[in-house]
């Protein structure tokens, strides 16, 4: 989930065809009981646009009494943005906030100078087998923005914009495209989008933004005559007119991008910065456990355990 289990993330990637600048193919990771399927960061690329941290968790199933349970752990200079497809789970953080979430609605929390949560299957839930399939994605802040004050925004699917047509259903999660804008508050232009494809129909990516990707959660995608896998990234290079028409069997995509920040990111463990003093004082912070008086403390109802800090 958006607890990074690797101090320095790192996946592999292959070549693309004239249209795609990168094509990453992620990899599996087991978390116990479910899987984590990472495509970003990879090694010939970081980021796209601001997004610098993409997971595919699950499909998984659960048995009566089963569940994630991702206890606390820290974040700095980022936001995150959870994206479920089916199942649920519980969202608690430092500033108070308790959240549940399902299918198509948006989690989205802003770290900036410090904050941390929780995220585990509910109580309620553990009463009868349950399934979990999302993607949970890292938004760098910009510099200015680095040090922001946390926050927190929920919303339900019924105020995200969605479009529906000609055998596409577009749901935008974050920021603008195709004419339409999404309620959270962002730091960058940017766009994140859940798109369901019937078989042979199309969606073009937006035009005006600088860094544009796909994530194929199901199904596969044609691009310039090729034919794309569920559970690869394609990365497209700035400029090109880029339909992407669904396979036989229809896909279901996450379209993400934007504007490129002013630098590269150090990423380490669960923290984002531009600086590697910002990375070092987090971990002294959260490696001193002040939960009273220092940077981070603990999600109010989640305390009595938390994720230390890894050593290396």
């Excluded at 028409?245 to 630098?263: C, I, K, N, V, Y």
């Amino acid at each position: 989930m958006s607890w990074n289990p690797a101090i320095e993330p790192q996946c592999p990637t292959a070549g693309g065809v004239d249209s795609i600048e990168t094509l990453i193919i992620p990899r599996a990771r087991d978390l116990g009981g479910f899987e984590v399927r990472r495509a970003l960061p990879a090694p010939k690329r970081q980021m796209v646009g601001p997004f610098i941290f993409f997971d595919q968790a699950g499909p998984a199933e659960f048995i009566t009494g089963e569940g994630i349970d991702v206890r606390p752990h820290p974040h700095i200079g980022l936001g995150t943005v959870t994206y479920l497809y089916k199942g649920e789970f519980q969202h608690r953080d430092s500033l108070g906030s308790n959240q549940m979430i399902y299918p198509g609605e948006l989690n989205w929390m802003v770290a900036g100078n410090g904050v941390t949560h929780s995220e585990r299957t509910s109580k309620e839930t553990r009463l009868a087998p349950s399934s979990l399939f999302g993607i949970q994605t890292w938004v760098a802040l910009p510099d200015q923005h680095e040090d922001t004050d946390a926050a927190f925004e929920h919303f339900g699917k019924e105020a995200l914009p969605f479009l529906q047509g000609e055998g596409k259903e577009v749901r935008l999660i974050l920021g603008s495209a195709w004419g339409e804008k999404a309620p959270a508050k962002v730091f960058s232009e940017m766009f994140y989008a859940d798109v369901i494809l019937e078989a042979g129909a199309n969606i073009p990516l937006p035009k005006e933004h600088e860094d544009r990707g796909v994530y194929i959660s199901t199904g596969s995608v044609v691009v310039a005559g090729e034919t794309y896998e569920a559970g690869q990234m394609m990365i497209f290079r700035p400029g090109d007119d880029i339909t992407l028409t669904a396979g036989e069997q229809g896909a279901r995509l996450m379209l993400l991008g934007g504007e490129t920040l002013g630098g590269p990111r150090y990423i380490w463990w669960n923290f984002v910065a531009s600086s590697r003093d910002k990375i070092e004082e987090a971990k002294q912070a959260w490696a001193d456990g002040n939960w009273q008086d220092g940077k981070f403390t603990l999600p109010p109802g989640d305390t009595e355990e938390f994720i230390p800090l890894p050593r290396k």
